[in-house]
């Protein structure tokens, strides 16, 4: 026979459930798909001069997640216009690019859909905010290019990049390599304290039906 604690408590154990899925974060973080492209686990080729591999069309890593932004950071919007992240943000980083094989002759993918497992925030396709965020977003042991090259990022007149919820659509046209980093929806790490706190909501939750 249950508890009168059970039956008059139906959604007990499922709201303790989503509770704990607040406090531990989904599994975000990743690129769940790349059309006529190539998602990594991380890159192979570790080139200070940008390249992680060449290939004639998208290819895309997952660099971090779960990031606490310390400083407000410039983005593009899915719409193409600009605007600043604010600090204390929770995002993932992702690096997509476009750097075809050789370097005589420009390349154009159109309509690309790259798909992924939380909503995008914004883009970093300029050169300079893309340089200046390769410390704070980027793979630790990855050797980032820092030079100045226009075709480091991906703001070509060519270049269209929008988005709305998960999914990113590109059409880019490179010869050098063209890329950008894509900040998605991060999911909130829980402190020690957090989870202390939920294990003695447990606790207290058994010694009531007994």
Same mark, same amino acid.
């Given at each position: 026979?249950?508890?009168?604690?059970?039956?008059?408590?139906?959604?007990?154990?499922?709201?303790?459930?989503?509770?704990?899925?607040?406090?531990?974060?989904?599994? =975000? %973080?990743?690129?769940?798909?790349?059309?006529?492209?190539?998602?990594?686990?991380?890159?192979?080729?570790?080139?200070?001069?940008?390249?992680?591999?060449?290939?004639? =069309?998208?290819? %895309?890593?997952?660099?971090?997640?779960?990031?606490?932004?310390?400083?407000?950071?410039?983005?593009?919007?899915?719409?193409?216009?600009?605007?600043?992240?604010?600090?204390?943000?929770?995002?993932?980083?992702?690096?997509?690019?476009?750097?075809?094989?050789?370097?005589?002759?420009?390349?154009?993918?159109?309509?690309?859909?790259?798909?992924?497992?939380?909503?995008?925030?914004?883009?970093?396709?300029?050169?300079?905010?893309?340089?200046?965020?390769?410390?704070?977003?980027?793979?630790?042991?990855?050797?980032?290019?820092?030079?100045?090259?226009?075709?480091?990022?991906?703001?070509?007149?060519?270049?269209?990049?929008? =988005?709305?919820? &998960?999914?990113?659509?590109?059409?880019?046209?490179?010869?050098?390599?063209?890329?950008?980093?894509?900040?998605?929806?991060? &999911?909130?790490?829980?402190?020690?304290?957090?989870?202390?706190?939920?294990?003695?909501?447990?606790?207290?939750?058994?010694?009531?039906?007994?």
């Amino acid at each position: 026979m249950k508890s009168v604690y059970e039956r008059t408590n139906p959604m007990r154990k499922s709201a303790t459930i989503v509770l704990l899925a607040a406090l531990t974060g989904s599994a =975000f %973080g990743g690129i769940v798909s790349i059309d006529d492209g190539l998602v990594k686990s991380a890159p192979e080729v570790n080139d200070p001069l940008r390249n992680f591999g060449e290939g004639d =069309f998208i290819q %895309g890593f997952t660099e971090r997640s779960s990031v606490t932004l310390t400083e407000d950071v410039r983005i593009q919007l899915g719409d193409g216009s600009n605007a600043w992240l604010e600090a204390g943000t929770v995002v993932n980083s992702h690096m997509i690019y476009l750097d075809p094989v050789g370097t005589s002759t420009a390349i154009t993918v159109e309509n690309i859909e790259v798909t992924f497992d939380s909503d995008i925030i914004g883009l970093i396709t300029n050169v300079s905010h893309m340089r200046s965020t390769n410390e704070l977003l980027g793979l630790g042991e990855l050797n980032y290019y820092n030079g100045t090259d226009s075709d480091y990022g991906a703001n070509g007149a060519a270049d269209v990049e929008l =988005f709305e919820g &998960s999914t990113l659509n590109l059409s880019i046209r490179s010869r050098l390599g063209d890329y950008m980093r894509v900040l998605t929806v991060g &999911s909130v790490v829980p402190t020690p304290g957090s989870l202390a706190l939920l294990g003695a909501a447990g606790l207290v939750a058994g010694r009531r039906r007994r």
